[in-house]
């Protein structure tokens, strides 16, 4: 393995030190006998600092104490009339990554509760989460020179129009009780002009601090750069095969063998579509593909928290290709002992196996791996994977090589790994469900690797292959909560070739499965009666401890629409709460959010639901008391975002003092907070009917 250096310093090394250990599944990073000098996640506070709200990616916020479902002493505090949109948080591009949230942040003279939020135009924003005030923003572009990788450079428009930040960030601190230290960590991607003429996309993994914005010392890292067009200029590479150099791949393009015996990271075609895992004092950033255009392959590496010095690299499929590891935007899972969880998606899955079932060339795709720090491994002398991990067990399905021919696609990576508790510690669990709807139980100390005549693991639901899936396709991961495990799916396809997946099926509801003597039982204890479609991706819950549960999802028909938020009572799902449709002012929803994206997740912290949507973030919360509405206006004026000229009538809605909602009737337009505009201004001034 070698790692070349190009518009960055420092040296790759393998990591030193003695690798503590974790005191909790649901902690990210370092928790138990952690030292004030280690780099951790804080979790079972009022913080959101990782995707899906913990190390075992539970999904689950219980510190909530406003937020309520149902009761038997109170209804709900999540209904329209006490609930609803507050204001939202106006950004310069689309927010695919989970917005994260800090408790009470030292900024100037105050302490401050600050929601963070990255966006595909590679910048970082910091609100004040009470009232939409921006503290402040870091762009990562220089234009013209340094601009983000646009669609078209990809060839995919899965994400679209531009590409910069996607995956979810994670913030990591060293000392819990000061949250000046703490620091943010995400990869940037970016197009920069080359000395040699062209351009260039560029990945960059950023450590900036909280408070300000600034880049910690080392950063940014430079991960790997390939020019628009062409081969990589500098990068990560392991020895393997990869798809050959002189063997096109699918799609006709070169393959990423460099000639020499080493496969090369393709920073352009590679896709930091997961979220970022901190774990032990390393970030842990993974990337799959655009639209599965090679050439491409899983690839995890590991990142020194402190200097984000490179600590490990690892590849899921380095004698073939594909395998990516994007988990619908699924953070990789870490357990108590620092052992690392994911999916893989299509790719190369090698059945032929050396003495302990694993694969002899080292190919993983469609499969579940759970990795380990490997010692033995270094970049003088790595594995047929990389160094500094390796394989401690794996999943693959016995009928793999079905998963990805086309036209079914069903890879089993669009699923993001759950741990559940630890208890017994023979046999901790975790649960995940790919595109092809099975739901599969795993004991984490013997996960069942391959057999080509059948699944040897705790659960498969259902049991049968032939039998048709209680979920549909999955994209994304379930959330848990009292016992209960939350599952959302979308349509099942009807494909070409026959009813793989059962017969095409409208939306999908959200459905509960109680978790019963370290089973899942297989029929549901509840069901939403609203249906959620192909691009929804997983839930989210809060409590307060173990009461007052509410799960939550985003609901995302079409390309054009708006995110719907709803809420749903975590005891019986169909009983729906909220939803932000629902509530009229003028023939108006009231609490219309921003344009939906797809896999997006909502947030919630502090009796606020934060949603990441097209060019803003649309935050609810506790409706003030005598909040005044406005009827219907006549409006004319500039679009807030640009310079379009739009018209139309809506409705103006004071919620909080100085936050007016104002809704174009055409759906989409939304002005709020510091960006009202000067006409409804005056008309405000004037009275207002």
């Known amino acids: 393995m070698r790692f070349t250096r190009w518009w960055a310093r420092g040296e790759s090394r393998r990591r030193s030190g003695r690798w503590a250990r974790l005191g909790g599944v649901v902690f990210l990073g370092w ?30 916020y219980d510190q909530e104490s406003y937020l309520a479902g149902p009761t038997p002493t109170g209804a709900s505090t999540a209904d329209k009339a006490h609930f609803g949109k507050v204001f939202s948080l106006p950004v310069d591009g689309d927010v695919y990554a989970q917005p994260l949230f ?45 601009t983000t990788i646009k669609s078209g450079d990809v060839s995919c428009n899965n994400i679209d129009p531009e590409v910069g930040i996607t995956g979810t960030p994670v913030i990591g601190v060293t000392d819990e009780r000061d949250l000046t230290t703490g620091t943010l960590y995400f990869v940037t991607k970016t197009k920069e002009t080359i000395p040699a003429g062209g351009s260039a996309c560029v990945q960059r993994l950023h450590a900036i601090d909280v408070v300000k914005g600034d880049e910690r010392p080392g950063s940014p890292k430079l991960i790997g750069s390939q020019t628009i067009g062409g081969g990589p200029i500098q990068t990560v590479s392991i020895r393997g095969a990869g798809t050959g150099l002189d063997v096109p791949s699918d799609d006709g393009k070169p393959g990423d063998n460099d000639g020499n015996g080493n496969v090369q990271f393709f920073a352009l075609t590679q896709n930091q579509r997961a979220g970022l895992l901190l774990s032990q004092g390393v970030v842990y950033v993974s990337w799959a593909s655009h639209c599965d255009n090679t050439p491409y392959h899983g690839w995890l590496m590991g990142f020194e928290a ?51 079932r694993h694969p002899k060339r080292g190919d ?93 693991i705790a659960q498969r639901i259902p049991p049968q292959p032939w039998d048709v899936s209680i979920l549909g396709d999955v994209f994304g991961m379930p959330a848990v909560y009292n016992s209960t495990l939350y599952f959302a799916g979308a349509p ?80 019986d799902l169909g009983r729906e709460l909220y939803n932000s449709e629902d509530a009229q002012v003028g023939g108006m929803p009231r609490d219309r959010a921003g344009v939906g994206l797809k896999f997006t997740l909502p947030m919630i912290a502090k009796g606020r639901v934060f949603v990441g949507t097209k060019g803003e973030v649309t935050v609810y919360g506790k409706l003030t008391v005598g909040a005044k509405t406005y009827p219907q206006m006549p409006y004319k004026g500039p679009y807030i975002t640009d310079s379009e000229a739009v018209s139309g009538t809506g409705a103006a809605t004071a919620t909080t003092p100085g936050s007016i909602v104002y809704t174009l009737s055409n759906g989409v337009t939304t002005i709020t907070g510091q960006a009202i505009g000067a006409a409804i201004k005056q008309w405000l001034a004037a009275g207002a009917p």
């Not at 699923?415 to 017994?424: M, R, S, T």
């Open 31 to 60: 928790c138990g006998a952690a030292t004030a000098q280690d780099v951790h996640v804080v979790v079972g506070s009022a913080h959101i600092m990782t995707y899906h709200n913990d190390n075992a990616r539970t999904g689950r």
């Open 102 to 146: 800090l408790a009470g942040v030292p900024i100037g003279t105050r302490n401050i509760d600050v929601v963070y939020v990255a966006t595909q135009r590679d910048s970082v924003y910091a609100f004040d989460a009470s009232n939409g005030h921006e503290l402040w923003r870091k762009s990562f572009l220089n234009e013209p020179t340094v």
């Open 306 to 356: 402190k200097s984000l010095a490179l600590a490990s690299v690892f590849n899921t499929t380095p004698n073939s290709g594909r395998g990516g590891i994007w988990q619908s935007g699924a953070a990789p899972a870490a357990d108590a002992a620092g052992n690392l969880y994911c999916s893989t998606g299509n790719g190369t899955f090698d059945p032929e196996l050396n003495r302990q």
């Open 364 to 456: 993983y795709g469609d499969s579940i791996l759970k990795l380990g720090v490997d010692p033995t491994t270094t970049p003088a002398a790595p594995s047929p994977n990389g160094w500094g991990l390796k394989v401690v067990d794996y999943f693959t399905p016995f009928d793999e090589t079905s998963l990805g021919v086309a036209p079914q696609d069903f890879d089993l990576g669009s699923g993001g790994v759950l741990l559940l508790d630890d208890a017994p510690a023979t046999a901790p669990l975790l649960v995940l469900a790919g595109k092809k709807g099975v739901i599969y139980l795993l004991n984490r100390n013997l996960m069942g690797q391959f057999h080509p005549d059948g699944d040897f």
């Open 492 to 571: 099942r396809r009807n494909q070409a070739n026959g009813p793989v997946n059962g017969p095409e099926s409208s939306p999908e509801p959200l459905k509960g499965f109680p978790i019963q003597g370290r089973r899942i039982n297989p029929t549901p204890s509840s069901s939403s009666g609203v249906g959620f479609a192909m691009h929804t991706h997983a839930p989210a819950i809060s409590s307060n401890g173990n009461q007052a549960g509410i799960v939550w999802m985003i609901r995302h028909d079409d390309n054009d629409g708006p995110a719907i938020l709803h809420a749903f009572d975590a005891a």
